[in-house]
């Protein structure tokens, strides 16, 4: 749900997620297959069996009327199918209902709305701060003397100033990716999407990193591309809207081939990369960021509280 406020006199925007909480897992909860097998087993020799083995479980006593139907119409309440391609076993929907709510009992969920307000401006800071950082880079590349901007880069030879800019712009590329994460899915789990991002950073940091031998850079490629494509799969949202989330796997792949063909990677091509990628990655970011809010007028007091209510819920003291 994206949704914007809109005020009589200001204008706040506020994109609004679903959120997905898990509680605490307590597995006692849960019916393990063998003890369904085992209690249909033994339904079916007795139908009158309430508990399990004498057990003054409940959960077994709530299939006792289900149990007792099925053995007495003759009617199998599990088959299983055996096949070469397709074996399965399946259950009538009263058990299969039961199932589910053991499982809801043994790991409780939540959902939730929650904004990614906070999130984007945390990113939009780390962005001025690239910047920031950038013009510092420059003006030593153009001014200073200090980088020769035709030097090739080598990994011993990288200033303090150059890795800070190289941690932050990987840090605003795992911030892009679990942004996108959230806007092209329907239901979030922020933790899910939290590693999603940095494997999906740190592969192609391993990509991409100086001096890397072809046996480091080459399964890293590969598990990029598999990160970013087994992300995209759990998109919610058609082409057209997740349209912005796909350039932005183009853009890294553009940034990935630069620096993989190029052996001779000098010190102006380094900064520019890293400074016109984090660009792109903004731009596609704001976007899809717009395309995604929703402006809703507000309701007039009327609606919401009609003539009288007001007096009636809070009388005069």
């Not at 599990?78 to 397709?86: E, M």
């Not at 853009?251 to 016109?276: E, G, P, Q, S």
């Amino acid at each position: 749900m994206r949704v914007a406020v809109s005020k009589t006199h200001a204008c706040v925007c506020r994109l609004l997620v679903y959120e997905v909480h898990h509680g605490d897992y307590d597995g006692s909860k849960l019916l393990h297959p063998e003890q369904l097998w085992a209690v249909v087993s033994e339904a079916q020799s007795d139908p009158r069996l309430l508990f399990l083995n004498g057990t003054h479980d409940m959960r077994f006593a709530a299939l006792s009327d289900v149990l007792r139907l099925y053995t007495q119409t003759h009617r199998a309440a599990i088959n299983v199918h055996t096949g070469i391609f397709r074996p399965r076993v399946t259950v009538v929907p009263e058990i299969a209902q039961f199932l589910a709510d053991s499982y809801d009992a043994a790991s409780p969920r939540e959902l939730r709305i929650s904004a990614l307000d906070n999130v984007v401006l945390l990113y939009s800071i780390f962005v001025l701060v690239l910047s920031i950082v950038y013009h510092s880079i420059e003006h030593k590349l153009k001014d200073d003397g200090e980088y020769d901007p035709h030097t090739v880069v080598k990994s011993t030879q990288l200033g303090s100033d150059l890795l800070l800019f190289d941690a932050v712009f990987w840090l605003n590329n795992t911030f892009v990716i679990f942004i996108f994460m959230y806007l092209i899915t329907a239901v979030a789990q922020p933790w899910l999407f939290l590693y999603i991002a940095v494997a999906y950073s740190f592969c192609m940091y391993c990509t991409v990193a100086r001096d890397a031998p072809p046996t480091v850079y080459r399964p890293a490629c590969l598990l990029t591309l598999v990160v970013a494509v087994g992300a995209k799969s759990m998109s919610t949202v058609g082409f057209f809207t997740g349209f912005f989330a796909i350039i932005v796997d183009v853009v890294n792949a553009f940034f990935t081939y630069i620096h993989l063909c190029d052996t001779n990677l000098t010190y102006l091509k380094f900064v520019n990369a890293r400074f016109w990628t984090c660009l792109a990655q903004s731009l596609c970011l704001l976007l899809m960021y717009v395309s995604s809010v929703v402006f809703v007028a507000p309701m007039p007091s009327s609606t919401v509280f009609p003539a009288g209510t007001a007096r009636e819920l809070y009388p005069p003291t």
